[in-house]
Nanobody, 127 residues
Framework: QVDLVESGGGSVQVGGSLRLSCTVS????????MGWFRQAPGKEREGVAV?????????ARFVKGRFTISRDNALGKNTVYLQMNSLKPEDTAMYYC???????????????????WGQGTQVTVSS
């Protein structure tokens, strides 16, 4: 069992920034593929970014160049981050951290690739 706890969501104006955190327990982030997903009201959940077990990163086209995923393996950290810049109203959604053991690969944006999920953190971008 991998426990995931997200934080860092909130309300921000268009063009602003937020940094989401996902704190992982019981496994090190370096042993996991870690993804960020989001779901807006009335829409399906969609993959935002992944940092795979080997450290490679991938992004959805709609956030590429604006969002950055990273991880901190240091003792006491064991956290994955999603730095979100140049936020737009369409970025408004509940953001979820997800994890799976091992490498995720090219199907990273399929939510059925992930076994463990956090509770989510709300991001609201207003104009």
């Amino acid at each position: 069992q991998v426990d995931l706890v997200e934080s860092g969501g909130g309300s921000v104006q268009v063009g602003g920034s937020l940094r989401l955190s996902c704190t992982v327990s019981k496994y090190t982030v370096g042993s996991l593929a870690m993804g960020w997903f989001r779901q807006a009201p009335g829409k399906e959940r969609e993959g935002v970014a992944v940092i795979d077990k080997d450290g490679t990163t991938e992004y959805a086209r709609f956030v590429k160049g604006r969002f950055t995923i990273s991880r901190d393996n240091a003792l006491g950290k064991n956290t994955v981050y999603l730095q979100m810049n140049s936020l737009k109203p369409e970025d408004t959604a509940m953001y979820y951290c997800a994890a799976t053991l091992g490498q995720c690969g090219e199907n990273w944006s399929a939510d059925n690739r992930y076994k463990y999920w956090g509770q989510g953190t709300q991001v609201t971008v207003s104009s």
